[in-house]
Nanobody, 127 residues
Framework: EVQLVESGGGLVQAGGSLRLSCAASTFNFDDYVIGWFRQAPGKEPEGISY????????YYENSVKGRFTISSDNAKNTVYLQMNKLKPEDTATYYC????????????????????WGQGTLVLVSS
């Protein structure tokens, strides 16, 4: 069973940047993607980005495209999410997850396609 540990959240002003990290225990990611969901207060989780374990292809949800960048360091089994030009609407708890790509765009059925889910890290963007 893969373990995921997120870090890097915090309070930042609008327009600022943060980098989230997700450290994963040893796991064969070849058949999966690893990436990020976020959950704002009162809303369901939404998949915002992933990177493929097999070919490093990436996905970004439209609201973060051009502002967020996902990357991985395979030697460290760590995935990063560089978040630039942050907006107040980016405020949420960010969760690292491993699963099938369809989980990132399955709405409320996301958990059917996930193998693991981290404990979350809070990002607060002030206006």
């Amino acid at each position: 069973e893969v373990q995921l540990v997120e870090s890097g959240g915090g309070l930042v002003q609008a327009g600022g940047s943060l980098r989230l990290s997700c450290a994963a225990s040893t796991f064969n990611f070849d058949d999966y993607v690893i990436g990020w969901f976020r959950q704002a207060p009162g809303k369901e989780p939404e998949g915002i980005s992933y990177i493929s374990g097999s070919d490093n292809s990436t996905y970004y949800e439209n609201s973060v495209k051009g502002r967020f960048t996902i990357s991985s360091d395979n030697a460290k089994n760590t995935v990063y999410l560089q978040m630039n030009k942050l907006k107040p609407e980016d405020t949420a708890t960010y969760y690292c997850a491993v699963g099938l790509p369809v989980g990132w765009y399955s709405g409320s059925y996301y958990d059917r396609y996930l193998e693991a889910w981290g404990q979350g890290t809070l990002v607060l963007v002030s206006s």
